[in-house]
């Protein structure tokens, strides 16, 4: 049964022996061929197109349909050089048989699947009446070979034919998006790709590819502006075959995707005092011997949605969510379902901040061509039908790794800018024109202490006309500096904080305003209402004796008694009191520090003076004072006593 699936991608580095350089005249020898074809095949075989195509082309023959055919698949399988498969491929199909020994040499005959695969490059060039023929023409030679057990995934073949019905509708009605290049200090490489945002908007990691290694580049948002890219892959020591994947709330923490010799695996690294530290494999629920390709992080920071083929999946690359377990660690994960997976790949999850949406890439659903970017909505019951973006957001060829912000009415996007070139877009999805959003940047002050990790700091924009809050925010509480990103209007910004008077700034955006950075510093002042009393320790060592006791506060001959358990019902008993103190001699009442209201309580049978505070109806209610006076200083050995009549 012969197989179309799609295998995963490899990055296998290996030496291009020395022959072949030999090999490019024209006598070259059948042995130096054979070398050749047999190094094109060990990279061809790992999806090493770069690496495999100038080998085949050395030995390109007009006579040979294999060799055609492999150039041909070869160019689909490299960016920005697809186009170029369809010559080849059109020549292949001129002699494509069923039975064709592709793996050796001598044959000259292209597979069947080479009809497959024309039709996948006229698809990607956007002929897609040629594509719909094409495919027809592959599964009408395929039933021939039914009884001899037909061609694998010629479901697959079903699938595509619907895409291009799609890619026509799609580019029909085109959806309305908004892009702008991220900034021009992330334009220096080819091919900038994979932008892992944190869901506060201020720190970017994204991979920029050099041929077959990969450069992991970082950069924090400081005042409204990006700062130029920092090289941390060897501060990652992530090796040449690590891609960014995905950031949590605050970007202290990032996960990576790493090849790992054709495994495919997800690791870790936190960003502590500075730096990033050494990537960690994530454990064995999250990675197994199978293949693993992405991974997202929550909000609240309690799940991750992943990527992975493990057994027991629905399709190739399931999406699964795994939450933190007790021990802090992840949990065995759920796959989605069927309602986001297909018998296909599916990849790149992404989840919003409020979490009522997923978006991620799929080669099912109603794709228009390869992989194409969906959201689906969070439901009661769990997910709802997934929503293809659309064109241009979608393409026919393969379209991945689309990063939601701002609850995804925003993303960042990797996009083709010109031959071999790729680079960062923020994109307006939904709400306005990403090309008029201004930033609103600043610090975050307080006017007697730095902010505080265990403290909640908020920053609210209101719409002044309709009085709706646009937009919340809050400070880095390392630094105090914050970004809000506003499109043209009048605005009041509300800046508050536990234990501060809240301050408002009103402020107008300009549309024509070139300025599209707006900074606003602001210091609240503290509320001293708020700030606790500090009181001192009672010192019981000197007590202060007087003659007398003023007669106002004294009380005589009343039965000051302990109390029990059946006090509550005695009707017997005046009131509950707390007693601070009691002595046989007269006390100065002013060294009862933070009680107005001490009455002194002198019975002549045990000639004592007992010092009490408050009058309560319940021994609860005098509970309460008791605590309160051993916070202001006092002892733990004050009671509570009960008074009743003599």
Known sequence: MKNLGLRMPHLLLLLIPLIIFSAASSAQSQKEM?????????????????????????????????????????????????????PYLEAAVKDASYDAKTGTLKEKRAPLDAWFFLAKAYMINNELEKALSTFQTFKRLSADYESEGGMQNIEFADQQIEACRNAIEFKNNPTLITKKIL??????????????????????????????????????????????????????????????????????????????????????????????????????????????????????????????????????????VSELNASGDWGIPVNLGTKINTPYNEDNPF?????????????????????????????????????????????????????????GMNAFYSMKTDYKKRDIFYIGLEGPDVNQIHEIAGQFMLNDTALSVKKMYRIEVMDKNSGDTVYKSAPDTKTGLYNVSVAPGKYKLVYSGEGYFPKSVDTTIVSDDQELIVNIDITLERDSSLIPIRYEKINLDEIPVVAAIDSSILIRNMKVDDVTDQDETDSGILYYTVQV??????????????????????????????????????????????????????????????????
């Not at 502006?225 to 970007?251: H, R």
Request: with cysteine; glycine share 8%.
């Open 34 to 86: 054979k070398a050749i074809f047999k190094e094109a095949e060990s990279h061809y075989v790992y999806e090493e197109y770069e690496l495999a195509n100038p080998l085949y082309l050395l030995l390109e023959d007009a006579r040979n349909m294999n060799i055609s055919y492999k150039i041909g698949t070869c160019y689909l399988g490299i960016p920005d050089e697809k186009e170029k498969a369809i």
């Open 183 to 320: 900034a021009k200090e992330f334009t220096d490489g080819a091919i900038n790709e994979n932008p892992a945002v944190s869901y506060d908007g201020n720190t970017l990691v994204y991979t920029e590819r050099r041929g077959l290694i990969n450069i992991i580049l970082f950069s924090k948002k400081i005042r409204g502006k990006w700062q130029p890219p920092v090289d941390i892959t060897g501060q990652l020591n992530a090796g040449e075959d690590c891609s960014s994947c995905s950031l949590n709330s605050d970007g202290t923490k990032l996960f990576l995707y790493k090849t790992d010799n054709f495994d495919g695996n997800i690791y870790s690294s936190d960003y502590v005092n500075g730096a990033w530290t050494p990537i960690v494999k994530l454990n064995k629920n999250i990675n197994t011997k199978y293949y693993e390709s992405h991974a997202a992080i929550s909000a609240d920071g309690k799940k991750l949605y992943f990527t992975s083929n493990r057994e027991g999946g629905i399709g190739g690359l399931d999406i699964f």
């Open 351 to 407: 989840i919003t901040a409020d979490e009522s949406l997923l978006f991620f890439s799929s080669e099912g659903h109603n794709s228009m061509g390869g992989y194409d970017i969906y959201k689906s909505s969070k439901i009661i019951s769990g997910w709802d039908t997934p929503k293809n973006l659309g064109f241009p957001v979608n393409t026919t060829d393969d379209n991945k790794f689309l990063q939601p912000y701002n609850d």
């Open 581 to 646: 103190m009691a002595l046989y001699n007269p006390v100065d009442v002013s060294y009862f520090k933070y009680i107005s209201d001490i009455k002194v309580m002198y019975n002549e049978i045990d000639k004592f003076y007992r010092y009490t505070t408050g009058r309560f109806a319940t021994r609860a209610e005098a509970t309460v004072w008791r605590q309160n006076l051993i916070k202001r200083g006092y002892p733990d050995d004050i009671f509570i006593k009960k008074v009743s009549k003599q």
